[in-house]
């Protein structure tokens, strides 16, 4: 396929939507500043439609897990299994999905993991045992995996530069309202249905979002090839560290010290691989400047401290509170739907004033407000539980955008990947390990003389222990200000 003719003009470059490196050439890479704003919404549409079933495909399930264990004819503790398949799935393949989308090109890599997520989720639809049920979840979560680790270097050249921050605020406020919505669709969806549509919901959004695949730019291809071993590495080491989490919840014992021996093992030989490649698929060379790797740390904290909470809240509120399923899950929904409020605001304030401010200020408030959450009394009213979410909410959102904007800002463009894959890894290693240190504190407050007592002191000091990650994701993010 030729160029057309006036592709060595930057304007008509500009004017017609042609990313960088459409045609193999990165001659006027620089001049490309993001798409014309028409092509842009039709580009965001493509993503908030992948983005939203990649979110719901992540907790819609979790509500209809003791239909599908009934159903499947297994054990609730197998059952768990359909959850932890797709997120470990995801996790081992982040970072080789950002590598590939250097590689090969960061829409090609979206359009074959929403592809993937597409054919996977009407598998699981149509899956009648557990086994077939765990492959097609693990293929899922592949797919997942493929369209959250290039899904924010996709925003960054989508967006002109002075307005990024708009296009992070449009990213959090549909992963946010894909999160508020996602126990409602699934509650709805589960009075009129049966659970595969849970899952068969997915196909038509899939196929519609394909469709606008197009309408993505093209972009940079980096010239190094594909890292195999450093994959396999990968995917051990972060194999090993969930299981290493999950065993520590559970209570510890030798097993779990040998995948810990195994973890550093592994990972070291991990680290020290990539420290002697010019493109490491860990972008640990990138940890050498201070925002980037203050951002990820700061990533890291705030999502542990939203995990504890999001796990703990439930046994606070049902176990102390006396509250059904249902409340619990109405009551918690001024949190993201908040943040969902929110996120555009947020998004285009850190256009204008630095990341470290305005995450300094959003998770002191976050701080806050989950300070006040472990402090509710143990009979509260409906509003006394809303408005300290929503101040938790509010303090999250002020954070999110501005973080991942910096964040992915501090990277060379032609490895916005890389930036994008360690957004995404910060985020689920937060989120992991938020609920293994929940796990943690319930196991060493659990009290089985009186076990809702118990249950609910476990999660007040879970949530205050998250409260104190939040704390310290205020201090790492306000020593970004002025870099």
Sequence with gaps: ??????????????????????????????????????????????LALAISVSVLGSSVANVALPTIGRDLGVTPAASVWVVNAFQIAIMVA????????????????????????TAASLACALADSLPIMIVARVVQGLGGAGLMSVNTALVR???????????????????????????????????????????????????????????LPLTPRAGHRFDLPSAFLNAATFGLFIA?????????????????????VVGTVFVRRMLRIPAPMLPVDLFRRPVFALSVATSV??????????VAIPFLMQSAGGLSQ????????????????????????SDRFSAGL?????????????????????QPAWWDVAWRMAISGAGFALFQAPNNRLLISAVPRER????????????????????????????????????????AHGASVAIFTGAAFAGVATVLSCLRLGR
């Design 1 to 46: 396929m030729s160029a057309p003719q006036g592709w060595r003009n930057p304007a008509w470059l500009a004017r017609n939507g042609w990313g960088r490196g459409d045609w193999g050439m990165n001659d006027h890479s620089e001049t490309m500043d993001g798409l014309p704003a028409p092509q842009r919404r039709w580009a965001m549409l493509a």
């Design 94 to 117: 982040l970072l080789p999905c950002s590598s590939l989308g250097d590689i090969y090109g960061y829409r090609r890599v979206y359009g074959i993991g929403l592809a993937v997520f």
């Design 157 to 215: 050249f989508i967006f002109p530069r002075a307005q990024l921050g708009r296009g992070m605020g449009f990213n959090a406020l549909v992963v946010a309202s894909s999160s508020a919505a996602g126990p409602t669709l699934a509650a709805v969806i589960l009075t009129i249905g049966s659970w595969p549509w849970l899952f068969a919901i997915n196909v038509p959004v899939g196929l519609l979002a394909l469709a606008l695949l197009s309408k």
């Design 244 to 264: 290493t989490l999950d065993g520590i919840g559970y209570g510890g014992g030798p097993i779990v010290l040998a995948e810990c021996a195994a973890l550093l």
């Design 301 to 310: 904290a705030c999502f542990i401290a939203q995990s504890s909470a999001y």
């Design 326 to 349: 249902a409340s619990t899950g109405l009551l918690m929904t001024p949190w993201p739907a908040t943040i969902a409020i929110l996120a555009p605001f947020a998004g285009r304030l």
């Design 358 to 378: 305005l995450g300094g200020i959003g998770l002191a408030v976050m701080t806050a407000g989950m300070l006040l959450v472990g402090l509710m009394p143990a």
């Design 416 to 455: 916005s990947g890389a930036g994008s894959g360690m957004l995404s890894t910060a985020r689920l290693l937060g989120q992991s390990m938020g609920a293994a240190i929940t796990a943690i504190c319930f196991s060493l407050t659990y009290d089985h003389a009186i076990a809702g007592g118990g249950i």
